[in-house]
């Protein structure tokens, strides 16, 4: 399956009206997998690579709700670039899939959905060692 196929681009309906816009996402409908954590991220600048890291177990959804940023996602093999600039769109990102935020607005927020709980040892922050996971899974 193509690296664009695995990590699809997910639009939300919007449900606003004249009082203005309302997006909900829930768990296992609109996007994969049941929310079990919700962060976001702001205040990064520009400059700032944020991720930079793969998970063993962990799925995310990744939504700009204000501003803008970028995601480069790759399987070691293929590389895509999903620019996320729409309260009504996301990217889905499943395991071991390697990501790396960037290019930030001033304003940007950046919602995370996961499917997991918080546990530092399921991320994987070498790159090389990502590889090399990926090589031995085949
Ligand atoms: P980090 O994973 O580096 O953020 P990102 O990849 O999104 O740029 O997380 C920064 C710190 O916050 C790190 O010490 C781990 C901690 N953290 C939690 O405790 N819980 C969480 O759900 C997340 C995402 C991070």
Known sequence: MSLKDLCPVLHFGDLG???GKLV???GARAIPFEIK???YIYDSDSTVVRGQHANRDSEFVLINVAGSSKVRITDGKEEIIVALDKPMTGVYIPKM????MYD????SVLLVLASTH???SEYIR???EYLKEMRDRK
């Open 24 to 26: 909900v996402i829930e």
């Open 97 to 100: 899939i390697w990501k790396d």
């Open 17 to 19: 009206d004249e009082r």
């Open 37 to 39: 954590r919700v962060f």
């Open 118 to 120: 918080y546990d530092g």
């Open 126 to 128: 070498n790159y090389e």
């Open 104 to 107: 930030f607005s001033p304003d």
